[in-house]
């Protein structure tokens, strides 16, 4: 069974940093890529990063300047690194796997708060 679990949410000031990471229960080359989303209160959850099993990474426009993804194969986990933290960047953060053969994120962990308040 494919677990995935975030860890290292938590409440920051603004200007701050934090590192997000996602462990996974089996092999992270057992997906084709691994991602990140987020859910502000009262939206709904939208795309931030994915890193592919050779290491190349997207982001969406918004997170291209202050955040970076990351892997450590040996370490079956995957990483968000997110600087400069802003009100804006309050959310639950979501880690997803996509299938080798799936054509969409198709496992989910259970999310970690990020909570940017002076």
């Known amino acids: 069974q494919v677990r995935l679990v975030e860890s290292g949410g938590g409440v920051v000031l603004p200007g701050g940093s934090l590192r997000l990471s996602c462990s996974a229960s089996i092999s992270i080359f057992s997906f084709g890529a691994m991602g990140w989303y987020r859910q502000a209160p009262g939206k709904q959850r939208e795309f931030v990063a994915a890193?592919?099993?050779?290491?190349?990474?997207n982001y969406t426009d918004s997170a291209k300047s202050r955040y970076t993804m990351s892997r450590d194969n040996a370490k079956r986990t995957v990483y968000l690194q997110i600087d400069s933290l802003k009100p804006e960047d309050t959310a639950v953060y979501y880690c997803?796997?996509?299938?080798?053969?799936?054509?969409?994120?198709?496992?989910w962990g259970q999310g970690t708060q990020v909570t940017v308040s002076s």
């Open positions: 997803a796997a996509k299938g080798m053969f799936a054509s969409d994120f198709n496992f």
């Open positions: 890193i592919a099993n050779g290491g190349s990474t």
